[in-house]
């Protein structure tokens, strides 16, 4: 069974940084593509980010480029999310997400495994 554990979520000041990891145990990891999502209180789960099983590629919302990276280790079995220029409206739980297969996908019903979930709070 996959498990995925986010962490590195907390408060930070508008224009600030923050760096997210998920840890992936239970399968092989290099088959998977994985995702990021977020939702803010009282709105749908949102695509932040999708990267290939080898890294090469990725997708962004459109929200987050430019701002948001999204990378993974396919030696420590983690993805990480750099966020960058933080704004109030990136707060949200931030889920890491993770689907068998190649194609970069951005809605959340082609997700089959997710974490808890990691709160980020950007204040003004």
């Known amino acids: 069974q996959v498990q995925l554990v986010e962490s590195g979520g907390g408060l930070v000041q508008a224009g600030g940084s923050l760096r997210l990891s998920c840890a992936f145990s239970?399968?092989?990891?290099?088959?998977?593509?994985m995702g990021w999502f977020r939702q803010a209180p009282g709105k749908e789960r949102d695509f932040v980010a999708a990267?290939?099983?080898?890294?090469?590629?990725?997708s962004y919302a459109d929200s987050v480029k430019g701002r948001f990276t999204m990378s993974r280790d396919n030696f420590k079995n983690a993805v990480y999310l750099q966020m960058n220029s933080l704004k109030p409206e990136d707060t949200a739980v931030y889920y890491c997400?993770?689907?068998?297969?190649?194609?970069?996908?951005?809605?959340?019903?082609?997700?089959?495994?997710w974490g808890q979930g990691t709160q980020v709070t950007v204040s003004s």
């Open positions: 990267i290939s099983w080898s890294g090469s590629s990725t």
């Open positions: 239970g399968h092989s990891f290099s088959t998977y593509v």
């Open positions: 997400a993770a689907r068998p297969g190649v194609r970069l996908l951005n809605f959340p019903r082609e997700y089959d495994y």
